[in-house]
């Protein structure tokens, strides 16, 4: 039955420079090579069995390649003629690399961990609008991380305290406060109060400190929806919307990014662990990343590598490496690290990631003893001893919130 699967094995090809390349971990309930054609067959052309209504002409023009067998490590590699694919189409290509195959009886698990795009296939999306450094132009943040600040608690602020808060963060020394994920158009907070009341304390705090701020709003909605409140965020004057994009659909952000709004995009991936963390089975997060950057993602959540959430360090700094680096026409994403951040983690934070990411503090904010305003400067001083090359214990002699926040959080 699986014989016919060897046809698209070739454990020497030496893939065209238009082709798409697929990475995949495997473990096979049949014979590895036969399973490893299996998935290149069946994410292309073929299936179980030989076909009358299969010619010469089209197999060879159009099958896909499985090739690179590892048997030891569990790995192959897939071509795919880039005729397989819809171009600019994010969700054709799940639907055949990362569809039925998954499915497959013969497969006890099956894992995407890499895909290498060629130039015509990446050339199709529009990509980030902004990028790092369009980022950077709006905030005037040149040399230095930029610092945000997810509002705590999570969900159970009004619009109007959430937009106090906010001033504070911003007054302390933080370049950006967020909604988190869970946070959208709720009856305790309105999504149209909520953005109002912020927008007017982000005005307030930019007149004060005479900085640029950032407020990121979750638009997080059905498609129609979340249009709806993107427009309105720009209409009153905002620069950044949120979108929870594994639970909307990289094709809505698309969506979103063809608008061209004008608003940066900032992308959280809530719900990715639900096919990313198995290292066996799944889809990896530098996958996910890669798609999110074709889609239009200006910046997105990566993992912290010392906070709360999973990622080793190879993996969160690949990943980071990757969106950061230049590839063919589309701008670069600025990695987000957030999830369990507090001052004392700042000077890790910035030997692993450098100037080019966002550190996003929540609890280690909003939890300092002395309140929200003091952990906003308590991070920001954190930043800045880190930058200088000063440990935080000498820097905290002159600095009464970073003090206390060592103190609390050893």
């Known amino acids: 039955m699986h014989k016919f699967y060897r046809k698209f094995v070739h454990n ?30 069946e994410s292309s052309i073929g299936t179980w069995t030989d076909l009358a209504t299969l010619s010469e002409s089209v197999f060879s023009r159009l099958s896909a390649k499985a090739f690179d067998l590892d048997k030891k490590n569990h790995t192959f590699k897939v071509a795919y003629p880039l005729a397989l694919f819809e171009l600019g189409s994010i969700p054709q290509f799940l639907s055949g690399v990362a569809g039925n195959v998954f499915s497959m009886k013969i497969v006890r698990n099956l894992r995407l961990y890499d895909v290498d795009f060629p130039k015509e296939y990446v050339d199709a999306f529009q ?17 230095r991380p930029i610092l945000g600040s997810i509002l705590k608690p999570k969900i159970g602020l009004s619009a109007l305290q959430h937009a106090k808060l906010s001033y504070k963060v911003f007054i302390g020394g933080i370049d950006l ?19 109002r009341d912020t927008l007017k304390m982000r005005n307030k705090a930019e007149k004060e400190t005479g900085n640029k701020k950032l407020c990121v709003f979750n638009v997080t909605a059905q498609p129609d929806e979340m249009v709806k409140r993107a427009e309105l965020v720009k209409r009153l004057g905002g620069r950044v919307v949120m979108v929870d994009l594994v639970s909307v659909g990289l094709d809505n952000v698309q969506m979103l990014r063809k608008r061209n709004l004008g608003l940066i995009i900032h992308g959280h991936r809530a719900g990715h662990s639900m096919f990313t963390k198995s290292h066996k089975h799944g889809m990896s997060m530098l996958v996910l990343a890669k798609l999110s950057r074709l889609a239009g ?66 609890g280690g904010v909003h939890g300092h003893p002395d309140g929200t305003l003091a ?3 308590a991070v920001k001083q954190s930043l800045d ?10 820097y905290s002699k002159e600095n009464k919130e970073l003090a206390v926040a060592i103190k609390h959080w050893k």
């Open 12 to 41: 020497r090809y030496q893939p065209k420079r238009n082709e798409l390349v697929a990475s995949f971990y495997m473990d096979a309930h049949i014979d590895f090579e036969d399973a490893a054609g299996g998935v290149a067959a």
């Open 127 to 143: 990509g980030p609008r902004f990028g790092v450094q369009g980022i950077r132009k709006i905030t005037g943040i040149r040399n």
């Open 297 to 362: 993602i200006d910046q997105l959540h990566t993992g912290t590598v010392v906070g709360k959430m999973e990622g080793g360090k190879e993996d969160v700094v690949g990943i980071d490496d990757f969106l950061r680096s230049k590839w063919f026409g589309i701008k670069p994403t600025f990695p987000i690290a957030s999830g369990g951040l507090y001052p004392n983690l700042t000077p890790s934070l910035y030997k692993i990631f450098g100037n080019d990411v966002v550190m996003n503090y929540g």
């Open 177 to 195: 406060v967020k909604d988190d994920e869970n946070l959208t158009d709720l009856s305790f907070s309105r999504f149209d109060q909520r953005v």
């Open 375 to 377: 952990g906003s400067r």
């Open 385 to 394: 001893a880190s930058i200088k090359g000063i440990s935080l214990t000498k």
